[in-house]
Structure formats: C-alpha cells, structure tokens
C-alpha cells in the first residue's frame, strides 16, 4: 500500500490591492483566473489556476500579502 499524500492546492493571502496582484500573477507567472467572489471589477475574492487565493481587505494598514491559510483538498 502507497503512502498517503498530501500536498498543498492553494495559498490564500489577505492584500490590500487585490487588482495589483491579480495583474502581476498574471503577466509575471502566467496566471489566470479560475473563480471569482463578487465581480471582476470588485472582487472580494479571486483564484487562480496555478494555486493562488487572494482575499481583498483594502482598509488593512500592515504589509502587503499576509498569509490567510494554506488549502488542501
């Protein structure tokens, strides 16, 4: 019998610029959209394929790109 896997399906981070970091995963590492929460233009949520979750939180003061969890399946 195999051993069990395990592995990780996506990050999720809190960011305060969710279009700036859609725009640079996609146009840096290729990255397009596989689910959104809410609508393009204001999305509170967004996914991408290759395993990023961003999770909008504008008023937020501290740094950038905050981890929220880690996703399994």
């Not at 859609?22 to 596989?34: A, L, P, S």
Request: charge should be negative; glycine fraction near 10%; include cysteine.
């Amino acid at each position: 019998m195999s051993p069990p896997r395990a592995y990780v399906e996506h990050v999720a981070i809190w960011v305060k610029d969710v279009h700036w970091h859609i725009k640079f995963f996609h146009d840096v590492c290729g990255m397009t959209m596989r689910e959104v929460q809410g609508t393009l233009e204001e999305p509170v949520q967004y996914w991408t394929l290759g395993g990023m979750q961003f999770m909008a939180k504008p008023n937020y003061a501290g740094p950038e790109g905050r981890l929220g969890h880690l996703g399994d399946v």
